[in-house]
């Protein structure tokens, strides 16, 4: 029953997980109005904020022996549900705030990424 429970939840998080890159142009166009700074500040805390739930969910369905011989206990089996999309949920935006660094300072900059001045054959 373990397994079947697992399995039910792992194919959740990856179809959000899924849902969430097929947003993810919008995801980037909604974090633009934040500052770089809160960008970079929110998407470090995120990546640890959304480990730190999962695994205290884990840990304290654990200690009231929410895992059984049998398999998850109902209200254990919905809080890893729950908390592993919050993990999941709380990693694509990391992700996206920090892409969305590099992805202003490559694209957004104005400036020319080559020199389109001098000819490409040197004179003769």
Do not use: E
Not at 6 to 24: E, N, P
Not at 33 to 57: D, E, I, N, P, Y
Request: proline share 2%.
């Amino acid at each position: 029953m373990f397994w079947i429970q697992g399995a039910t939840c792992f194919a959740l998080w990856i179809v959000y997980g899924l849902v969430q890159s097929k947003r993810s142009g919008i995801i980037r166009d909604r974090l633009q109005g934040l500052s770089r700074t809160k960008r970079a500040v929110s998407g470090a805390a995120l990546m640890l904020l959304g480990a730190a739930v999962l695994f205290g969910v884990l840990i304290g369905t654990h200690s009231l022996n929410g895992f059984t011989p049998q398999g998850m206990t109902v209200l254990t089996w919905i809080s890893v549900a729950l908390s592993g999309l919050l993990f999941v949920h709380a990693q694509t935006m990391a992700m996206a705030m920090l892409v969305s660094l590099v992805y202003d300072g490559v694209t957004s900059s104005g400036a020319v990424t080559s020199d389109q001045s001098r000819p490409d054959v040197a004179p003769q």
